[in-house]
């Protein structure tokens, strides 16, 4: 139960942690290995390989604002955000599982199709849990301090689950790839980790109960029941959110270039892919420690400086990544680096999509927070969409092929893919990062005249 000031207990805010921590398992399959598993176990050509993931990611963005749309207006009795926890990881468990089945005895154009069908569904149904789950900051954090633990919280769970992944997971894929084959492997793993997840969301569902109340007269108030013209508004009215989200995609790009990229790399660049998983652990362990001391650099920065100051450092380290990068020791230790940049941008972004939702309750006199916070997870679909069609389509143009000998031209041009985007699109965070005006003062501001209208009922502002 909440202490006595209302703050969160340390087992409640832990056990919305572990939701995290079970999808971030489950999501690191498909991180580190899906381009690799794609081109190299299912034998489908780089370029169809960009294509599958244009067209899958699209599709998964864009059921990203109707999944938030949805939970907004629909309120079943488990609760508004609780009900998604329930029942959308047993969808994700399914269809994960299948995109990782062998599927060559229905041909190559076939198999391509299921793929592609598989990984929509999957992702649509991981969209409705992960909303729910960022949703429930809004209801289970009362105060700013609770939220900015939850949301610290929730970005310590997911390097957590990297560090796990890291040290359990690809040892033991590596061992069942190596004996019962990389189809095996890889679709065992899937099946696991998929099922860890119910049990994470189930718990975070769980300890939501009392917080999460199903209150029927809550879908009908003026104050929660958003159109799309207000929804719309809630958007494309909030100059701040808008930043973010566009700061947010630049972040996810580079995070993800250079983690899709690692397996290439080290089979055919360092020559050895057991140092993959020294890659995974150094990484998320420096991931890990920028996200459990954000609480720390805030004392002495705000939420946008700091931003600002990883993004920057991000940039220059990737870069670094196109000088060095042949010495395998020079790519890990930049690659450290540069994750301070999507690291502290997971740590601290739920909080201030919290204010900016706090901006948009203001400017439509409506409770947008649902949607708005399904705006978090929109970056991370389109920031994967482009990295890994960014991937597909760069193999093709620098001709790979799986299983090619690595000359020295082709080195040069590997770098080059790995290095060049994530610098330039870090560098684009920051400087976008400069016309954000929220703070603690304007928001905290904002939420009193918030309160104020629900109390009183105060005109909504004309701007």
């Not at 939701?19 to 999501?27: A, S």
């Not at 907004?72 to 508004?80: A, N």
């Not at 958007?235 to 397996?263: E, R, T, W, Y």
Request: aromatic residues 14%; hydrophobic residues 50%.
């Amino acid at each position: 139960m909440s202490t006595e000031e209302g703050r969160l207990t340390n087992y409640e805010v832990l056990s919305y942690a572990f939701g995290e921590f079970t999808l971030g398992l489950m999501m690191w399959v498909p991180i580190a290995y899906l381009a690799y598993y794609f081109t190299d176990v299912a034998k489908i050509a780089a370029a169809t390989v960009g294509t599958i993931m244009l067209i899958t990611h699209i599709a998964d963005a864009v059921s990203v604002p109707l999944a938030g749309s949805i939970i907004q207006k629909v309120h079943m009795k488990w609760g508004q955000f609780r009900s998604w926890l329930i029942f959308a990881p047993i969808t994700t468990f399914i269809f994960f599982s299948l995109l990782f089945a062998p599927l060559d005895i229905f041909g190559y154009t076939a198999k391509c199709i299921l793929i592609c069908v598989f990984y929509i569904t999957a992702h649509v149904s991981i969209n409705f849990a992960y909303v729910a789950h960022l949703g429930l900051i809004s209801v289970m954090g009362t105060n700013p301090k609770d939220r900015v633990r939850l949301s610290t919280i929730k970005s310590a769970g997911a390097t957590s689950a990297s560090i796990v992944f890291s040290v359990l997971v690809i040892p033991v894929l590596n061992k069942l790839n190596a004996t019962l084959g990389p189809q095996t492997g890889f679709f065992l793993a899937a099946v696991a980790l998929s099922a860890t997840q119910i049990a994470g969301y189930w718990t975070s569902a769980k300890i939501a109960k009392k917080y999460d109340v199903n209150t029927p007269q809550k879908a009908d108030t003026k104050e929660t029941k958003l159109s799309w013209p207000e929804m719309m508004q809630a958007l494309f009215g909030n100059k701040h959110l808008l930043l973010m989200m566009f700061s947010d995609c630049s972040k996810q790009i580079s995070a993800f270039v250079i983690l899709g990229m690692a397996a290439y790399y080290f089979q055919y660049i360092a020559g050895s892919m057991a140092l993959m998983s020294m890659f995974m652990l150094l990484t998320t362990i420096t991931a890990f420690g920028y996200s459990v001391s954000a609480p720390y650099l805030l004392k002495v920065m705000d939420k946008k400086q700091a931003y600002i100051f990883s993004s920057a450092v991000a940039g220059a380290s990737f870069f670094g990544i196109s000088v060095l990068g042949t010495n395998s020791t020079a790519f890990i230790v930049l690659s450290c680096i540069g994750m301070i940049g999507y690291a502290l941008g997971i740590a601290i972004g739920p909080a201030m999509y919290m204010d900016a939702a706090e901006y948009s309750n203001y400017l439509t006199g409506k409770d947008c927070s649902a949607f708005v916070m399904s705006m978090f997870t929109l970056p991370i679909k389109i920031g994967t969409a482009m990295a890994t069609t960014i991937i597909g389509y760069g193999l093709a143009y620098i001709g790979f092929t799986a299983g090619m000998e690595a000359s020295p031209e082709f080195v040069g041009d590997l770098l080059k893919l790995i290095s060049y985007a994530p610098a330039f699109v870090c560098f684009l965070s920051a400087i976008l990062m400069c016309w954000y005006k929220l703070n603690d003062t304007t928001v905290a501001d904002y939420m009193q005249k918030n309160a104020d209208r629900r109390n009183g009922g105060a005109e909504v502002p004309a701007s």
